[in-house]
């Protein structure tokens, strides 16, 4: 196993030798797995092209070491334990040993209907174990998965099943959410109703068994497909530098675009990350929160803790169904030693009332993890006290989808804790700080905008079928150096402290967006002339949508309106990406070039228009004050 550092001074150890020495340090961890060829080489880079290797020449399967490897030692130990939607369902669970199987025959199921190596597989499913079974079972061909969270809309799962060309797309019938139930593969079947043409095959699991139209020729049902397969599947021989997945996630411009991680990067430093920010022992019951359609839910509820041989707790539920005491009455009944969700669902909790958690029993709880965007103090201080109780010390993780791990976070136990503060860079990564002209920002007590400036075995290789964009996005904006997109502050002591996005992706319930898709949404609605879209403070989300419309014919009646607005965004984009407040306006504040001042916006957004600085360059001045007139508060 990768190293699991113990103490400050073993902390502080591995760091000084992961930045003296980066390719031995990343060698002795990568010697701790299987290979099915060692490398040649261990890290090969330049951030210009930007091309980075990690492990060259190296042949593996991730699966073999988040399976095969277990076996010997682990075979009957849990693997995937999973917690149903229905609290008064059963907990189904599965050994290393029936994870292997699972996969494997998934993985000849897959080979049956064509899929090879290289080809790209699209998932839209809930939160079950069949998920993460044919996540896995895809990596074990060779196949790159493209997971989509299920929440998008048919609109937004046919642009990413398009722009990376998958053969497959795997589903389910229905999904229970709560109260809900959600026709998943109705919207499948929307959403290759739009020239989905690389689209071979649609592979659908049973979930709640509700009646689903199948098209013949191209949809199968998973029991018919999987069942009857063999348990024996050889894993294919993947280069290191293969692509392992493509996950899309939002930016300034544009559509959002296809993150791709490697092979064997992606595996070590998932694996080493989870072991030290969680400090996971064996025997422990570790439950992220998120979901798989997330990076958050690929490399800390699947691959790093399955790699690390843990027990890993899938949820199907939201936190607030049957009452805002689902997640801590799971931590009571699975005893739960290591839980990690994020600050919207933590505020959320928060407002219901402590009643909610004081009744349950978090002994087992050893570390509380945060993650997805900044954690406020009164949130950090309710999580602290009412969860950790003394005995859980929070870790609020700073990365990205990029970034593929954890980058910046206490380590519990061994580094202190100091609310809203990420902290501390992991052992392999060195995070610096630029001012706008790149400056670098010395010394402590300081604030700028946050980079990295050498590559780490977990980060981002390109973007799916548009390497020019990955250079533009991230590597073109201070030379030398990734550019993550946040500002932070660095404290007296060199501490972490994430600021927030410096770009215009805003960041609502730990869901990212850029504020330009939104727009891009609203604007299909035919009587909306332009738009313009800013984040807001907002109490449970972090950040509320505020969206600002010039419209082309008067609206009698602004209520519907704003009703249309939402479902033309809903189909767009899916219902995590509607306004909380649509202003209708006659004009947006421009510079004289034409660009929309977002920073007068956002203040007004924020009512906080004491001081809006320099308005009389603008081209259209006047029209400042009618958007602060009409502020929705
Ligand atoms: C893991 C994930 C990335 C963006 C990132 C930040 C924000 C994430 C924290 C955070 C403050 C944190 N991937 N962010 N974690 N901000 N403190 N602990 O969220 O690609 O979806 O989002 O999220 O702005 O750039 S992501």
């Not at 190293?3 to 340090?25: C, I, M, T, W």
């Not at 690929?298 to 607030?320: D, K, N, Q, W």
């Not at 990406?577 to 006659?586: L, T, Y």
């Not at 009512?607 to 081209?619: A, E, F, K, M, V």
Request: proline share 5%.
């Amino acid at each position: 196993m990768t190293l699991q550092v113990k103490s400050l001074a073993e902390y502080k150890d591995a760091y000084q030798r992961s930045v003296n020495d980066p390719e031995g340090f990343w060698a002795e961890q990568a010697e701790t797995f299987h290979w099915q060829k060692k490398w040649d080489k261990t890290l090969d880079w330049n951030f210009k092209d930007p091309d980075v290797k990690w492990f060259v020449g190296g042949k593996l399967n991730i699966t073999e070491n988040c399976l095969d490897r277990h076996l010997a030692d682990r075979g009957d130990q849990v693997a995937i334990l999973f917690e149903p939607n229905d609290p008064s369902q059963a907990n189904i669970s599965y050994t290393y040993k029936e994870l292997h199987a699972a996969v494997c025959k998934t993985a000849n199921a897959l080979k049956a209907s064509g899929i090879q190596k290289g080809d790209r597989v699209c998932f839209y499913m809930p939160m079950v174990p069949e998920l993460a079974i044919a996540v896995l079972a895809c990596a074990r061909v060779g196949a790159i998965h493209s997971v989509v969270f299920a929440g998008f809309s048919a609109q937004a799962l046919a642009d990413r099943i398009k722009d990376s060309t998958c053969k497959m797309v795997i589903c389910s019938d229905y999904n229970n959410r709560g109260a809900k139930n959600i026709p998943v593969k109705k919207v499948v079947d929307d959403a290759l109703a739009m020239d989905c043409d690389s689209i071979k095959t649609v592979l659908v699991h049973r979930n709640t068994g509700g009646e689903v139209e199948m098209e013949a020729g191209r949809d199968k049902w998973w029991h018919e497909e999987v069942d009857a397969q063999s348990a024996d599947c050889p894993a294919e021989a993947m280069d290191s530098e293969d692509m392992l997945f493509i996950l899309y996630t939002s930016g300034s411009t544009g559509k959002p675009k296809g993150v791709v991680h490697t092979c064997g990067g992606y595996m070590v430093y998932t694996c080493f990350s989870f072991r030290n920010v969680f400090q996971y022992q064996d025997g422990d019951v570790y439950w992220c929160t998120a979901d798989i359609g997330w990076i958050t839910g690929h490399s800390y509820i699947v691959y790093g803790p399955l790699l690390a041989g843990a027990t890993t707790v899938m949820f199907e539920g939201v936190p607030t169904y049957p009452d805002a005491g689902r997640f801590w009455e799971v931590c009571d009944k699975l005893k739960v030693n290591q839980f990690y969700t994020a600050p919207t669902a933590i505020r959320a909790l928060m407002a219901k009332g402590d009643e909610f958690v004081d009744k349950y029993d978090l002994s087992t709880l050893k570390v509380i993890g945060s993650v997805g965007e900044p954690i406020n103090e009164e949130a950090w201080h309710w999580y602290d006290e009412k969860v950790g109780r003394g005995h859980a010390p929070i870790v609020d993780t700073w990365w990205q989808t990029e970034t593929g791990g954890i980058m910046i976070t206490p380590l519990p136990g061994i580094t202190d804790t100091k609310p809203c503060f990420a902290s501390y860079p992991m052992p392999g990564i060195q995070p610096i700080l630029v001012d706008s002209q790149g400056a670098l920002v010395e010394g402590n007590d300081v604030e700028g905008l946050l980079c990295v400036k050498f590559p780490w075995p977990s980060m981002l290789r390109t973007t799916y079928g548009d390497h020019e964009r990955c250079r533009i996005t991230y590597f073109s904006s201070f030379e030398n150096l990734y550019f993550t997109g946040d500002g932070a502050r660095r404290d007296a002591d060199g501490r972490y402290r994430i600021i927030g996005r410096v770009d215009d992706v805003i960041n609502v319930s730990g869901h990212r967006m850029g504020t330009a898709e939104v727009e891009n949404a609203i604007d299909e609605h035919p009587n909306v002339v332009e738009s313009a879209v800013v984040g807001y403070p907002h109490d449970i989300k972090g950040q509320g949508i505020y969206a600002y419309v010039i419209i082309g014919d008067p609206v009698p009646d602004e209520d519907a309106f704003r009703k249309e607005i939402l479902a033309v965004v809903t189909k767009e984009i899916g219902p995590i990406a509607k306004p909380d407040k649509i202003q209708i306006v006659s004009g947006l504040p421009k510079t004289r070039s034409g660009k929309i001042m977002r920073r007068i916006l956002r203040k007004v957004a924020s009512s906080d228009t004491s001081n809006l600085g320099d308005i009389s360059t603008l081209l259209n001045p006047e029209v400042v004050e009618e958007v602060i007139n009409g502020a929705l508060v």
